[in-house]
C-alpha cells in the first residue's frame, strides 16, 4: 500500500498530541466544596470520556483518508500477436523521380496489407532520421510516407545510418534511458562490437520478431559502413530484409567498388537471416511480401498501463463513524436522565 499525499500523514502527530493532553482529567467547573457531590462512576464515567475519545479517532482516520491510501499498482498489458518492423527508406538524390514515388506506393500498400504488425519509418540520406515509431496506425503510416520526399536529409546514401537508426527504433522501448544512441552508435563503429554495445545486448537479449526492409539503390556512399549496424542486428536477432532497384541517377560511386558494396550489404543482410532482393523496379517488391509472413508472429506489448485502487473510502467511513458517535454520545445519551 502507498499514498498519493503522504504530506497529510504529517496531522497524525496532531492526533498523539491532542491524546496526551486529554489523558488527565481537568475540571471546567470549580467548587468551593464537593463533598455533597455524587461522583460519576462505571459506565457513567466511561460515558462521560467517549466524546474526546471519539474526536480524537475521527481526526487519527480523517488523516489516513486525506492521504489517499492506495493498492499497489497492477498492470495490464495490450498485446497482439504480429511483427514489429522498420521500413528504411532511400531518400538520396538517386532516388530522384519515379524511383521515389514507385517505393511510397509500395511502402503504403505494404503497411496497408499487416494488420497484425506494427510498422515504423525511417528515411536516410547523407544523415539518417525516425519518421514515425512502429505503430499499427494505417493512416498515420500513410501520411508520414506522403511527406517524404527525395534529397530530404541530403544527396548522398548513407545506408549504414539508415540501419542502424531502424534497429534503435526498433528496440527504443528496451533501451529506456538506460543506455545512449551516440555510445552505441561509437562502440559499432569498430572491427567488432564494443562492450557498450555487447552491454545492451546482453541486456535486452534477442528480438524474436523484430525485422528491417530496408529499400534502396544498393549503393552507400557515406556515412558508417553498413556491416557495422548489421553486425550489432544479428547479435539482437533482428533480421534485415535488403530490397534494391537499379539507381535512377548517378551514385558517385566506382563500378568495381559500387560491386563490392553491394557483395558486402548481401552478405551483413544473410548473417542476420534477411534476404537480399533485387527487382527492376519497386513494384516487384509484392513478391517479397510471402517471405515476411513466414517470420513467426509472436507477442507484442503494444501497452502497459498501470492500475491503483485508492481506499481512502474506508479511513473516510471510519472518520464520520466516530465524529456521528462524538456527536450521539453528547446531544442524546448524555442528555438521558
Not at 468551593?32 to 475519545?53: D, H, M, Q, Y
Not at 482516520?61 to 498485446?79: D, I, K
Not at 518492423?85 to 530522384?96: E, Q, V
Amino acid at each position: 500500500m502507498n499514498f498519493a499525499n503522504p504530506f497529510a500523514l504529517l496531522l497524525i502527530p496532531l492526533f498523539f498530541i491532542l491524546l496526551s493532553l486529554f489523558r488527565g482529567e481537568r475540571r471546567y467547573v470549580e467548587y468551593s466544596s464537593t463533598a455533597n457531590l455524587n461522583e460519576v462512576r462505571g459506565f457513567g464515567k466511561i460515558l462521560l470520556r467517549l466524546p474526546r475519545r471519539f474526536l480524537l479517532f475521527a481526526i487519527l482516520f480523517a488523516s489516513v483518508a486525506v492521504a489517499r491510501p492506495q493498492t499497489s499498482y497492477q498492470e495490464t498489458e495490450f498485446v497482439l500477436q504480429g511483427r514489429e518492423m522498420i521500413l528504411a527508406i532511400d531518400t538520396s538524390f538517386s532516388m530522384t523521380g519515379k524511383a521515389m514515388q514507385a517505393i511510397k506506393n509500395a511502402v503504403k500498400d505494404f503497411a496497408k496489407k499487416r494488420v497484425n504488425d506494427l510498422i515504423g519509418i525511417t528515411i536516410y540520406g547523407t544523415d539518417a532520421a525516425l519518421i514515425v515509431l512502429p505503430t499499427n496506425e494505417y493512416s498515420l503510416i500513410e501520411k508520414s510516407v506522403d511527406r517524404i520526399d527525395a534529397s530530404q536529409i541530403g544527396y548522398r546514401t548513407a545506408i549504414g545510418e539508415g540501419i542502424f537508426t531502424s534497429i534503435t527504433a526498433l528496440i527504443e522501448k528496451e533501451m529506456g534511458n538506460k543506455f545512449e544512441i551516440r555510445k552505441i552508435r561509437d562502440s559499432i563503429n569498430k572491427r567488432q562490437l564494443g562492450e557498450y554495445a555487447l552491454s545492451l545486448v546482453r541486456e535486452i537479449g534477442t528480438q524474436k520478431n523484430k525485422l528491417i526492409i530496408l529499400f534502396t539503390d544498393g549503393i552507400y556512399n557515406v556515412g558508417i559502413d553498413p556491416e557495422r549496424p548489421l553486425r550489432l542486428a544479428q547479435r539482437l536477432g533482428i533480421r534485415v530484409h535488403v530490397i534494391t532497384v537499379n539507381p535512377s541517377a548517378e551514385t558517385g560511386v566506382e563500378p568495381n567498388q559500387a560491386a563490392e558494396r553491394i557483395a558486402a550489404l548481401k552478405k551483413g543482410a544473410e548473417s542476420t537471416g534477411g534476404h537480399y532482393f533485387e527487382g527492376e523496379k519497386y513494384e516487384d517488391v509484392q513478391r517479397f511480401y510471402n517471405e515476411v509472413d513466414k517470420i513467426e508472429a509472436d507477442k507484442i506489448v503494444i501497452e502497459t498501463v498501470s492500475k491503483k485502487r485508492d481506499i481512502f473510502f474506508y479511513p473516510a467511513m471510519a472518520s464520520l463513524f466516530f465524529l456521528l458517535g462524538m456527536i450521539a454520545v453528547e446531544n442524546i445519551w448524555l442528555k438521558i436522565p
